[in-house]
């Protein structure tokens, strides 16, 4: 072949590879490198490509530093009040806590030590953890904890010599005003929806009380052979729970009185939802079983969810539904039951939480289809940044702009993890709309006003915050 015209052939194929890249936020240093030394060598090239790097990158930097200027509602935490954190003891490894557990166990890593179990001796625990960490290094799940340890605590690595200086820094840093400084001075977020599962059921010391917004976790309330929640309630309202309608009934009072207080919503679990229809007659029968010490039945938990889904119609009240994951058979996030519950309750507003991965494409079109649902990304970029980047631009071809919610930090005693989490929230936003802007379908503007609608504006509706 005519070298000449293999250069061109080369240079044409380079370009075309780093506008993939480029569209994807993907692009590395070292294509960086090569991409400039052949536009400065060729000059044309450097006009003709519609998805030139420097402007994606340049575009992606003003969207990233917009949002950062935005105050964010986090709409989905497990965060313990602070109190609570400040009284666990915490190293390097805590940042690893809530999610690397499976990730490590996926990779082969023996769970013969628990390592996040602070009476084991911290070197202990990082031995069994230290072999493992190149195989998780490039998960969307530990991205952000690389990216706290750097920002938050001036560390580029994790390793042998530095584990022990990590912990000093993040016990150093574990007193009054954590909260505060993390998430309202680092992250700029205003408050968090915080979801506690608890057997009991409730708590009211969530401070501060600034930044933690309750939303009530219902497994303990649909799930009435759980102990502690119905005695809870028997005893707060001096009443013997003998069948299912006085169950009801105080469960009522219970949540009428949360609402007063200031929660936020009722949570609930779809990865749970059948297709079994709700019986009253039959669900009674099942309570009293219960009540002689035998488990629920679907039919009776299907029949609870559904009085207090109307509850929630009646109230105004926001239903947060947990769908999808990465830690349960996937086989029982079936989109059909959903949509049968939805389609039920069409006055009740459910916010659909994870995209139902891995079924991300079937909650956009049940969010499409239906008003009373909307979505919300919280845990999305940890479960893939790709498959949500992707997703971000189908969701803005199919769901109306106000009905979709940014982000949400899942996490429960990592606190410093929001951190990252969020700079990664806001990059894959920044990416879609930026390769959006390429191809002409928004400007600036559109993709600054999709921030503020996505991060501030809908979750403070969808939730009905102040």
């Known amino acids: 072949m005519d070298m000449k015209k293999a250069k061109t052939i080369n240079r044409r194929n380079l370009l075309k590879g780093t506008a993939a890249a480029a569209s994807l936020g993907i692009i590395g240093s070292t294509t960086r490198k090569a991409f400039a030394e052949e536009s400065a060598s060729t000059g044309s090239e450097k006009q003709s490509s519609p998805f030139h790097i420097s402007t994606l990158d340049r575009t992606k930097e003003q969207l990233m530093e917009y949002a950062k200027t935005v105050p964010v509602i986090d709409c989905h935490q497990h965060l313990p009040p602070e109190k609570e954190r400040l009284g666990t003891p915490v190293d390097a490894l805590t940042l690893f806590s809530t999610y690397s557990r499976r990730d490590f166990e996926s990779a082969g890593r023996s769970m013969e030590v628990n390592y996040t179990v602070p009476k084991v001796p911290l070197e202990k625990r990082w031995e069994s953890i230290s072999p493992y960490l190149d195989d998780i290094r490039y998960l969307s799940h530990t991205r952000p904890i690389w990216i706290t340890l750097k920002d938050i605590y001036g560390f580029d690595e994790l390793n042998d010599q530095n584990y022990i200086e990590v912990t000093e820094k993040i016990r150093a840093n574990n007193t009054p005003g954590l909260y505060h400084r993390i998430l309202r001075d680092r992250c700029n977020i205003k408050t968090c929806l915080v979801q506690p599962i608890l057997s009991e059921g409730y708590r009211d010391d969530w401070e501060p009380s600034d930044i933690l917004t309750q939303i009530f976790s219902g497994y303990a309330a649909w799930r009435p052979h759980t102990p502690p929640f119905m005695q809870n309630i028997s005893e707060m309202y001096d009443t013997e729970i003998t069948d299912l309608d006085i169950y009801l009934e105080t469960v009522k009072k219970f949540l009428a009185d949360l ?45 609870i969810r559904d009085y207090i889904y109307k509850l929630a119609a009646e109230w105004d009240w926001t239903v947060s539904t947990h769908g999808g994951g990465a830690y349960m058979d996937f086989r029982t996030f079936d989109p059909r039951t959903v949509i049968e519950v939805v389609m039920e309750h069409p006055e009740t507003r459910f916010d659909l939480f994870h995209l139902g991965f891995p079924f991300a494409r079937q909650f956009i079109f049940i969010a499409k289809q239906f008003p009373n649902v909307t979505l919300n990304l919280c845990w999305c970029v940890l479960l893939s940044e790709s498959i949500t980047r992707q997703s971000i631009n189908e969701i803005l071809d199919s769901v109306p702009v106000n009905k979709v919610i940014a982000f949400g930090g899942d996490y429960y005693m990592d606190v410093e993890n929001v951190y990252g989490h969020l700079y990664m929230a806001r990059e894959v936003i920044a990416e879609a709309l930026s390769e959006r802007i390429a191809r002409g379908r928004i400007d600036l503007e559109d993709a600054k006003h999709v921030i503020k609608l996505w991060f501030h504006d809908n979750p403070t509706n969808i939730y009905r915050l102040t």
């Not at 936020?264 to 059948?274: E, V």
């Open 259 to 303: 609402k007063k207080k200031g929660t936020a919503g009722f949570k609930t679990y779809a990865c749970h939802w059948t297709l079994t229809k709700p019986d009253m007659e039959q669900a009674r029968k099942d309570f009293k079983e219960v009540l002689d010490g035998k488990p629920s039945t679907k039919l009776l938990e299907e029949t």
